[in-house]
């Protein structure tokens, strides 16, 4: 049941009282029994957020990250004329680059359908809706690559680019319940345990992906039947679990005025825009934020083309480097939100921005043929990989206006995917000039470097305090 508000904010969660409910005791008295509803109804809301990472994170693991890179360019490569290029719409593409545009294209597509998403959310309030919209939709296109074999380079660009922007508009609508849902001094926490389901998730899913693609002999299967079933799965688990956040999370209503005051779609990014003006520290963390994740999202998305294409390793060596990832990601998502905890958000992801820095000028002298260090570097990723983006989303939660959470997120994501077009290019490009991709991963450096610069120059806590919210004791 949703709650009216006076303005153009959230109200708090306000669930009925329950005849002869108690207050809980504590060292300090009693909470009166409204309060401790509140809080029960506050972490109910909480476990189904969690949901949606556990749903949604398997596409990042097993599809994005593993197998859909290395099979797509195969794929590709299969059409290729006798120089190496696929023709899509008439323009020459090297097979070998052709996933890293295609994840371009999305990010473009994202673009310009996030910026609609979040103003609709923030005018109607009803967000589960378009959850559930650009949820299903992304399912339903990751389910679609069971059919993607032979040459059918194209149809796998399609629903790569179907389900990759469906993704990134369900999460400006995901991450924008955090300040809703999470009292300040909780979301650094709330957030970590979030990425920690997601990449429990995709451990868990990859695992079996791992059994089946090794064992797919026994199954009576062919390699490449093995992969879509893997990818296909990745769909069919997505849609499974979307449903827990569709039942726990709520809509909240927003008043007529803020109603009317709000433009939709592109009209509103540009308020957005200009509203974030008055916020320049917040604009300032957004374009460190642009950099950086920009590098991780692009070592996420090319890492398992770098390791078959460069480094000669098959598939299920690949596998077992990813499930180490996703092992680590859940304790190091969880490790660096109690580094954060004790030293603050902003000082943590500098940190890791250093090691990720080391990562990828580690990768470029990794051996060919050598899974031994694939798998060291592997460990690495997994480290800092989940606390990089749970303490990014934390650390900007706070920086929010109340009342603007899906606008300022759809500004958050177009961060988080806006730029995420650049890496996979200047990835594609590079290769396509070099032929190397270990010249293509050192290109990533320089995100990093960037991001770093431009973040430890943002005050935060006095940009938490000019966007109107009050500020935890380390941030």
Same mark, same amino acid.
């Given at each position: 049941?949703?709650?009216?508000?006076?303005?153009?904010?959230?109200?708090?969660?306000?669930?009925?009282?329950?005849?002869?409910?108690?207050?809980?005791?504590?060292?300090?008295?009693?909470?009166?029994?409204?309060?401790?509803?509140?809080?029960?109804?506050?972490?109910?809301?909480?476990?189904?957020?969690?949901?949606?990472?556990?749903?949604?994170?398997?596409?990042? /693991?097993?599809?994005?990250?593993?197998?859909?890179?290395?099979?797509?360019?195969?794929?590709?490569?299969?059409?290729?004329?006798?120089?190496?290029?696929?023709?899509?719409?008439?323009?020459?593409?090297?097979?070998?680059?052709?996933?890293?545009?295609?994840?371009?294209?999305?990010?473009?597509?994202?673009?310009?359908? *996030?910026?609609?998403?979040?103003?609709?959310?923030?005018?109607?309030?009803?967000?589960?809706?378009?959850?559930?919209?650009?949820?299903?939709?992304?399912?339903?296109? /990751?389910?679609?690559?069971?059919?993607?074999?032979?040459?059918?380079?194209?149809?796998?660009?399609?629903?790569?680019?179907?389900?990759?922007?469906?993704?990134?508009?369900?999460?400006?609508?995901?991450?924008?319940?955090?300040?809703?849902?999470?009292?300040?001094?909780?979301?650094?926490?709330?957030?970590?345990?979030?990425?920690?389901?997601?990449?429990?998730?995709?451990?868990?899913?990859?695992?079996?992906?791992?059994?089946?693609?090794?064992?797919?002999?026994?199954?009576?299967?062919?390699?490449?039947?093995?992969?879509?079933?893997?990818?296909?799965?990745?769909?069919?688990?997505?849609?499974?679990?979307?449903?827990?956040?569709?039942?726990?999370?709520?809509?909240?209503?927003?008043?007529?005025?803020?109603?009317?005051?709000?433009?939709?779609?592109?009209?509103?990014?540009?308020?957005?825009?200009?509203?974030?003006?008055?916020?320049?520290?917040?604009?300032?963390?957004?374009?460190?934020?642009? *950099?950086?994740?920009?590098?991780?999202?692009?070592?996420?998305?090319?890492?398992?083309?770098?390791?078959?294409?460069?480094?000669?390793?098959?598939?299920?060596?690949?596998?077992?480097?990813?499930?180490?990832?996703?092992?680590?990601?859940?304790?190091?998502?969880?490790?660096?939100?109690?580094?954060?905890? %004790?030293?603050?958000?902003?000082?943590?992801?500098?940190?890791?921005?250093?090691?990720?820095?080391?990562?990828?000028?580690?990768?470029?002298?990794?051996?060919?043929?050598?899974?031994?260090?694939?798998?060291?570097?592997?460990?690495?990723?997994?480290?800092?990989?989940?606390?990089?983006?749970?303490?990014?989303?934390?650390?900007?939660?706070?920086?929010?206006?109340?009342?603007?959470?899906?606008?300022?997120?759809?500004?958050?994501?177009?961060?988080? %995917?806006? *730029?995420?077009?650049?890496?996979?290019?200047?990835?594609?490009?590079?290769?396509?000039?070099?032929?190397?991709? %270990?010249?293509?991963?050192?290109?990533?450096?320089?995100?990093?470097?960037?991001?770093?610069?431009?973040?430890?120059?943002?005050?935060?806590? %006095?940009?938490?305090?000019?966007?109107?919210?009050?500020?935890?004791?380390?941030?």
């Amino acid at each position: 049941m949703c709650c009216a508000t006076g303005g153009s904010g959230p109200e708090p969660v306000r669930p009925t009282r329950r005849p002869g409910a108690r207050g809980k005791t504590t060292s300090s008295g009693t909470v009166p029994a409204e309060e401790s509803g509140r809080a029960d109804a506050r972490r109910r809301e909480q476990r189904g957020w969690y949901a949606y990472d556990w749903a949604c994170s398997v596409y990042s /693991t097993s599809v994005l990250t593993v197998f859909l890179g290395p099979y797509l360019t195969t794929v590709a490569r299969t059409a290729a004329d006798a120089e190496g290029y696929v023709h899509p719409l008439g323009i020459p593409v090297a097979a070998g680059s052709f996933f890293a545009y295609a994840v371009s294209l999305s990010v473009i597509l994202a673009i310009a359908v *996030m910026p609609v998403a979040g103003a609709a959310a923030d005018r109607t309030g009803r967000k589960k809706p378009l959850l559930a919209l650009s949820a299903y939709l992304g399912a339903a296109a /990751t389910a679609g690559m069971f059919f993607l074999d032979g040459d059918r380079y194209l149809l796998g660009g399609l629903l790569l680019v179907v389900a990759n922007a469906s993704l990134a508009v369900s999460m400006v609508l995901y991450n924008s319940y955090l300040p809703q849902i999470a009292a300040p001094e909780e979301r650094d926490a709330v957030s970590s345990k979030g990425w920690a389901f997601g990449y429990a998730a995709g451990a868990l899913v990859l695992l079996a992906d791992l059994v089946l693609y090794t064992a797919h002999e026994s199954f009576g299967l062919s390699e490449g039947t093995a992969v879509r079933i893997c990818l296909a799965s990745a769909g069919v688990w997505w849609g499974a679990f979307t449903l827990v956040p569709l039942r726990r999370l709520r809509d909240r209503r927003v008043s007529p005025r803020a109603v009317a005051a709000r433009r939709g779609g592109w009209g509103r990014l540009t308020a957005t825009v200009k509203d974030m003006r008055r916020h320049p520290l917040t604009l300032g963390f957004l374009l460190a934020y642009l *950099m950086y994740n920009d590098g991780v999202q692009t070592v996420i998305s090319q890492a398992s083309v770098f390791g078959s294409e460069e480094l000669g390793l098959d598939q299920s060596t690949l596998i077992v480097a990813v499930l180490l990832v996703q092992v680590l990601a859940v304790a190091g998502a969880l490790g660096m939100g109690r580094l954060a905890d %004790r030293h603050g958000a902003q000082r943590t992801i500098l940190g890791s921005l250093v090691v990720w820095t080391l990562i990828l000028a580690a990768g470029y002298f990794l051996p060919a043929g050598s899974p031994v260090w694939f798998f060291v570097l592997a460990a690495f990723i997994g480290t800092v990989l989940g606390g990089t983006q749970a303490l990014s989303r934390s650390l900007f939660s706070h920086l929010v206006p109340a009342g603007k959470e899906a606008e300022y997120f759809a500004a958050f994501e177009m961060s988080d %995917r806006g *730029m995420s077009w650049l890496g996979p290019l200047l990835f594609g490009l590079t290769y396509q000039l070099t032929g190397s991709y %270990r010249d293509a991963i050192l290109s990533l450096v320089l995100f990093f470097v960037i991001g770093f610069a431009l973040l430890a120059r943002v005050p935060v806590r %006095r940009a938490v305090l000019d966007a109107g919210n009050a500020a935890p004791g380390r941030i």
